[in-house]
C-alpha cells in the first residue's frame, strides 16, 4: 500500500464508522501492519493508505520484543487525564518533528480484528500514538494540536516542501 503524503486532501477528511468486519476489512488491516512496518513507523491509520475508515493500527509498547500490534476499529475515546508535550511525526509528514500537547493518560474503546470490545487505558507511548492514529481518523495531523503561531509556521515549511 501506498501512504498518502500530505497535501493529498484524503488526510484532511473524517472517516467512516466500520459497520462489519469482514475478509476485505481483515485484508486491509493486514495490509496496513505490512506498510507500516515497511517503512518502520509505530502507528499507521486507514486514511494515510487512502481508505476513510475508522480504523487504525499501531505497536503495542507492553510487548518489548516490538512484535505485536494492536487493531482498533470504531475507537472511542472515553476519557482522558493530564497533560504531556510529545515530540511527534508522522509517516505522511515524513522528516518533519515538532513538539505538541496530548492528554497524558487515555481510556479508549475500539473493537479488535475479531470484533471483540476491548477498553485501554493507557499512559506514556501507547498514550500518544492512540492519540495521534485516532486524530487521523478525524481529518487531524498532529501540526493542528499545536499553538495557532507555532502551527502557522509549521505549515509554511511543510507547505514549501510539500507543494
Do not use: W
Not at 496496513?32 to 476513510?52: D, S
Not at 507555532?150 to 514549501?160: A, E
Amino acid at each position: 500500500m501506498n501512504i498518502k503524503i500530505y497535501p493529498d486532501p484524503i488526510l484532511l477528511k473524517s472517516s467512516s464508522e466500520i459497520k462489519n468486519i469482514d475478509k476485505g476489512l481483515i485484508d486491509l488491516i493486514n495490509s496496513m501492519v505490512n506498510t507500516m512496518r515497511e517503512a518502520e513507523g509505530i502507528g499507521l491509520a486507514a486514511p494515510q493508505v487512502g481508505v476513510l475508515k475508522r480504523v487504525f493500527v499501531c505497536q503495542d509498547f507492553s510487548d518489548e520484543s516490538k512484535e505485536t500490534f494492536l487493531t482498533m476499529i470504531n475507537p472511542k475515546i472515553i476519557d482522558t487525564e493530564g497533560r504531556v508535550e510529545s515530540k511527534e511525526g508522522c509517516l505522511s509528514i515524513p522528516g518533519y518533528y515538532d513538539y505538541v500537547y496530548r492528554a497524558e493518560k487515555i481510556q479508549i474503546e475500539a473493537l479488535d480484528i475479531n470484533g471483540k470490545s476491548k477498553t485501554y487505558l493507557t499512559d506514556g507511548m501507547q498514550s500518544i500514538v492512540f492519540q495521534h492514529e485516532y486524530d487521523h481518523l478525524d481529518g487531524i495531523l498532529f501540526p493542528y494540536r499545536m499553538s495557532q503561531i507555532k502551527r502557522d509556521i509549521f505549515m509554511k515549511k511543510i507547505n514549501r516542501e510539500f507543494k
